[in-house]
């Protein structure tokens, strides 16, 4: 009852924004509709008990000669990351109205559309019912970066749309296979496809097609190529739903999908994963430390977080998947505050370049205030939320591999060197001239910042909470995958 | 049979309007008359009928596709009024020989015997050598029509070769008493036999346009009025690949070793070189015809993996297929009528004052491109899993290939409309025509939503 409400809602906002004409009432519906959204959302969480672990099943059928049903559900991590999507959601949209943005109906109605894929993705317990929604997903994150976007947006948003979409292909042909190789009546359904015989040959295969789609859309090294500009010449919101929201579709996809089906595959070329996980980490970093753009260094500084990520999940230990849980939402929940300070910078500066900002503190302390604090988060320092993300991820890995713990670990280094590096250099020292002139972050600016700062504290002080959520249906996988 | 003799009746009547010089009578008479004609053909439904000595076969599943072509036809003649607006020579033969030509296309999804197959192929050819160069004093129309006749009549020679030797070989037309003939001799066929099968997959597969017979194909649809390209693509197209189905499932099924190699050879070289040449495409009516070109290959799937399921899953795909490629010809049109040419930048910034014809033609090229959760995504989705079930995964895995390349050229329309600057042109479109465009357009969603509809029925 619950997944179909979230399901429909965002679906029929979206519609109704699409015939509005009137820019106040589309503001009016999108708001209204996201925050109701959340405030579901909460409510399920309320009735969700932490006991059982796969709650509020929906399971209406599709296709009955084929066994496809459309099978939502939520578990502990996909409530977590659900919460995510709506809390986060909210924010972006009161955020762009300080914006805008031409055509208003179409870019708020595919805000909306793109919840409603999210939540599907997040929700979706059947092979099938995944991949619609996965691919649901990227056609409105692609008419947004692209109509909304930046200089070059055609070129660089058809590379992002190429690239995400060749490596879901590669999905659905495993989705596929797997289905004739679950057990008898062939079914998406997700624990027939847990339960599919595989040889380790095949098991092989299927991991690396998987991997390819996820590793795209995570980004793993060296399939981001097209993520630094994406992130770079897509407007302010999509930047945001991308990285804050966007990419856990895929560290989530590993967890839900590669560590159950392919275990065997796992202890073949888990190793491999890892190894690009961790390498994408260091590159990732070093690279981020000579960016001049401030939000190009964000994206950078994002495939170096994720990165991590992913390397806690390759870990396949309980540590490691607790740590990613965690660091998901941490992740999303700082990047999108970090996208909106970014924005209000440019909006005062009118650039984004780090050269030619200087001293805002001065002029306006809030926003070096609020600045601070996300920063903080992002490298994460105790009792932020990074913190304990991070503790837990390299803690997984130091059980697999102390010296790879030690490498990974230089992410803390390099992602303090280059993050504060921005922040001394924008924010402190002497004002220029434009920045003697700004104004200080206004209340209306300030509200989408209030919900992410406590959130950045609260889950660093009370991580437990959020640990004790996610931890049944990892054990869950745990056992799956031994 | 009914239908056949009806839609003839529907002709018929058609030019005896032109006689009496009621032209404005032609489009109500097609439109009242084609659904009568499906009614006509779904009364025998389940009842296996055979006529003339198994001449014609009439199962569900020749019903299922005899029933679609024609509703197919019918949403082309819904655009028809709009396209002959500014027509003033009397337009009965036209029409008239397009309900001629749907008459074959029927007569190709229920033959029994060779020479009905034969007699299909040739009312169709024919109508379409004349509706190709229906526009007369167009040079390209005649430059179609005089290379569709030449290498028509010349693969029409193979086709018909090929029938002659198999009858020899086998001593019947008749596809039960060939089917037969071949299970007897499995073992051991006669060369004579062989090389009859041969040349009717290339007679058949130039008539498809299957690579390497489809040459003439973005030629000819470049240069036959849209409207018919829009026919030539959907209607000629199913038909034809429901006659290969059909053919070789019921016929030859028992000699699948001696042609799956070679259908196989053909359904990879189709997709990719039917999507790769649709990159290099200037406008979107040659990239409408490669992309026909490479949507044959994947039918061509349905053909290779028979079993109980692929006969839905090819009557899905046609479906999807055919009413998203109606919708873009039907905005083709439109732009063709108010910028006299379709290269891409025509389609610049056109979704500015034309919202809703730059919606409908993006969700018809991303349904042909496969995205979920639209019709051709269904389609393409059962086309595969019938073709994995057996065994075909590489083929499966260079279909998929396919369409991650045929993204590239799908997207330029819409990143035309969306994303560049243009002059901002008003689209002459009436009420009736955009209603029409967004009734193709519900109806591809409808299919992504709801396959089993069509599925479920074979």
């Known amino acids: ?482 | 049979m009914l239908t056949i003799i009806s839609l003839t009746l529907l002709g018929i009547l058609i030019l005896a309007e032109g006689i009496l010089d009621k032209k404005s009578w032609h489009l109500p008479t097609i439109l009242a008359g084609l659904p009568i004609s499906i009614l006509l053909a779904l009364t025998g439904w389940n009842q296996n009928l055979h006529f003339y000595k198994n001449m014609l076969i009439v199962d569900n599943g020749s019903i299922a596709f005899t029933a679609l072509l024609i509703f197919i036809t019918f949403l082309i003649f819904l655009f028809a009024g709009r396209y002959y607006k500014d027509v003033v020579r009397p337009l009965d033969d036209i029409y008239a020989i397009l309900i001629f030509a749907l008459a074959g296309c029927v007569m190709m999804t229920s033959f029994g015997n060779l020479i009905i197959l034969f007699l299909g192929i040739e009312t169709l050819s024919i109508a379409l050598y004349v509706l190709a160069g229906s526009h007369k004093e167009a040079i390209t129309s005649n430059e179609a029509t005089l290379k569709y006749f030449l290498m028509g009549s010349f693969l029409s020679g193979f086709l018909l070769f090929g029938i002659a030797l198999l009858y020899g070989a086998s001593g019947s037309l008749n596809m039960d008493e060939i089917s037969r003939y071949t299970i007897r001799e499995a073992g051991h066929l006669s060369p004579m036999f062989r090389t009859g099968l041969f040349l009717l997959i290339i007679g058949l597969a130039f008539k498809i346009a299957i690579v390497p017979f489809h040459f003439w194909a973005p030629d000819v649809y470049e240069g036959t009025p849209t409207l018919l390209t829009a026919f030539m693509a959907t209607v000629v197209k199913v038909a034809s690949i429901v006659a290969l189905f059909r053919l070789f499932n019921n016929c030859f099924s028992s000699i699948r070793d001696i042609w799956a190699p070679t259908l196989w050879i053909l359904a990879v070289l189709t997709i990719l070189v039917g999507n790769l040449t649709g990159l290099y495409q200037p406008n979107l009516k040659r990239m409408l015809a490669y992309s026909s070109i490479s949507h044959s290959g994947y039918m061509m799937l349905a053909v290779l993996a028979f079993s109980a399921r692929s006969s839905g899953a090819l009557l899905l795909y046609a479906a999807a297929y055919s009413v998203a490629t109606v919708t873009a010809f039907a905005i083709l049109i439109l732009i063709r009528g108010a910028k006299r040419n379709d290269l891409y930048t025509s389609f610049e910034g056109i979704s500015k004052k034309n919202p809703i014809e730059a919606i409908c033609l993006t969700i018809a090229l991303l349904s042909l491109t496969g995205i979920p959760p639209l019709a051709g995504f269904m389609a393409k989705y059962y086309l595969i899993t019938t073709a994995l079930e057996q065994g075909y995964l590489w083929l499966v895995i260079i279909a998929i290939l396919g369409s991650a390349i045929s993204v590239a050229y799908y997207f330029r329309p819409i990143i035309a409309m969306f994303l560049k600057e243009g002059d901002g042109v008003k689209l002459e479109s009436g009420i009736a025509y955009k209603t029409n465009i967004i009734f193709l357009t519900i109806l591809t969603l409808a299919l992504g939503f709801l396959p089993a509809l069509l599925i479920n029925l074979l």
């Open chain 1, 1 to 482: 009852m619950i997944t179909g409400i979230l399901l429909l809602l965002p679906l029929l906002c979206s519609l109704i924004i699409f015939s509005l004409k009137n820019e106040k009432w589309i503001h009016l519906i999108s708001i209204a509709g996201s925050v109701i959204e959340f405030l579901v959302s909460l409510y399920g969480l309320f009735l969700y008990s932490t006991q059982c672990h796969c709650q509020f099943i929906l399971n209406i059928g599709w296709i009955e000669t084929l066994h496809v049903n459309l099978r939502f559900g939520v578990d502990g991590i996909s409530i977590l990351l659900i919460l995510l999507t709506t809390f986060l959601t909210p924010l972006i949209i009161f955020f762009s109205f300080g914006h805008a943005y031409s055509k208003p109906s179409a870019f708020y109605g595919l805000i909306m559309l793109m919840e409603m894929a999210f939540i599907g993705v997040f929700s979706a317990f059947d092979g099938l019912v995944f991949y619609i929604f996965w691919e649901l997903a990227l056609i409105p994150a692609y008419f947004i970066c692209a109509i909304w976007g930046g200089n070059d947006r055609i070129r660089i948003t058809f590379k992002f749309f190429i690239y995400t979409f060749t490596g879901s292909l590669f999905m659905l042909v495993s989705l596929l296979y797997l289905y004739f190789r679950t057990p008898a009546p062939h079914s998406f359904e997700i624990i027939y496809l847990y339960a599919a015989h595989l040889t380790p040959k095949e098991q092989g295969w299927i991991f690396l097609a998987f991997f390819l789609a996820f590793a795209i859309k995570i980004p793993i090294f060296p399939f981001h190529t097209w993520q630094p500009d994406t992130y770079t010449i897509a407007p302010a919101a999509g930047t945001m739903l991308l990285a804050g929201i966007m990419l856990k579709m895929g560290t989530y996809g590993l967890i839900r999908f590669i560590l159950p089906i392919c275990p065997i595959a796992l202890k073949e070329w888990g190793w491999l994963a890892l190894a690009l996980s961790i390498t994408g980490i260091i590159y990732a970093s070093v690279i981020a430390i000579r960016q001049m753009d401030m939000k190009r260094l964000i994206a950078y500084a994002s495939i170096s977080h994720v990165g991590l990520i992913s390397a806690g999940i390759f870990t396949l230990t309980q540590k490691g998947l607790e740590g990613a849980t965690i660091q998901m939402i941490s992740h999303g929940i700082n990047i999108t505050g970090l996208l909106i300070i970014i924005s209000l910078i440019e909006k005062r500066m009118k650039t984004r370049e780090i050269f030619r900002i200087e001293g805002m503190a001065t002029r306006a302390p809030w926003l070096a205030a609020f600045f601070m604090i996300l920063l903080l988060g992002s490298i994460g320092i105790p009792f932020t939320n990074g913190f304990i993300g991070e503790f837990l991820l390299l803690f997984g890995i130091s059980e697999v591999n102390i010296w790879l713990a030690a490498l990974a670990g230089l992410t803390i280094i390099f992602s303090a060197v280059y993050m504060l590096w921005m922040y001394q250099r924008t924010m402190l020292g002497n004002p220029n001239e434009i920045s003697q002139r700004v104004s200080d972050i206004s209340l209306t600016e300030t509200i989408p910042l209030i919900p992410i700062v406590i959130m950045v504290i609260w889950i660093g002080v009370f991580p437990n909470f959020f640990l004790h959520m996610a931890e049944p249906a990892i054990r869950e996988i745990m056992n799956l995958i031994h």
